[in-house]
């Protein structure tokens, strides 16, 4: 049973939240290393229960996890927590997201998680893609999606390549995370645009420790590489943020040749 419940405390509140989690069934190198009893946000409330604290109790609460669970706690209502002890990540922030996406790359005995376990199968949506076309490139310790084309001379390294990514010659890929595309485009699609920029990226150009939303435009020889190690900066107009040191282009951006990040 839950008997305190804290949202995303620090300092000397997430220290008064540390327990003895050997109770739960970890042994005692685990319990160590993981002290805290962690909501992963996913809760099972019953029905007349949860219509009780929303309309009597908490009619103007916005949130379960900072408002309506310790309400709950507060008036001695049963909470009662269940062990996971599987695979899970808090994907709340750009630098989260980002790693969690970049750990799939890893070699397979250091794998936190893997979409080959036979005895947990993970689905996807089927969408009838041809397979990816890897001309005379190098691909290493690397997740491609269906239906890329990768042109010759290009080096990817520790990334995630999305579905439908097309990815021009010579081009240098490390760490990266590359949504892809939502749709392939026609030469008489791409002429409507300025230059004709195609979705994808470039000849020649470099990213690094970033993510490329979905459908975005990179032209030939730009470097996306945080040049200048920013931790934070938001320039949404010239189509890319900057969060945790991560440089991540906005969804549809249309990035110029020889643009420098």
Not at 47 to 54: D, E, F, H, R
Not at 110 to 132: E, G, V
Request: with cysteine; glycine share 8%; charged share 25%.
């Amino acid at each position: 049973r839950i008997y305190d419940f804290a949202e995303k405390p620090s300092g000397d509140a997430l220290k008064a939240m540390e327990v003895d989690t050997t109770v739960l069934g970890l042994d005692e190198k685990r319990a160590k290393e993981m002290p805290y009893i962690a909501s992963m946000g996913i809760y099972v409330f019953k029905t007349s229960a949860m219509i009780n604290l929303l309309n009597q109790h908490f009619p103007s609460a916005n949130d379960f996890g900072s408002e309506i669970i310790p309400g709950a706690n507060s008036l001695g209502m049963h909470v009662q927590a269940y062990l996971f002890d599987g695979y899970w990540e808090d994907i709340g922030t750009i630098e989260a997201f980002y790693r969690s996406n970049i750990a799939l790359t890893e070699k397979t005995d250091q794998l936190k998680f893997s979409f080959y376990d036979q005895d947990a199968p993970i689905y996807t949506m089927s969408r009838f893609l041809p397979p990816s076309k890897i001309v005379e490139s190098e691909v290493v310790d690397s997740i491609i999606g269906d239906g890329c084309v990768i042109r010759h001379g290009t080096k990817i390294t520790n990334s995630v390549i999305g579905l439908r990514s097309l990815i021009g010659a010579n081009c240098v890929i490390e760490e990266a995370l590359i949504m892809g595309s939502d749709y392939y485009e026609t030469m008489e699609e791409c002429e409507l645009l300025p230059g004709c920029m195609p979705v994808g990226l470039g000849n020649g150009t470099v990213v690094k420790k970033c993510i490329i939303d979905k459908n975005a435009r990179i032209g030939h020889e730009c470097r996306i590489i945080n040049k200048d190690n920013i931790v934070e900066a938001a320039r949404e107009e010239e189509g890319f943020i900057i969060k945790d040191g991560i440089v991540t282009i906005i969804k549809d951006s249309i990035i110029a040749d020889g643009t420098v990040i």
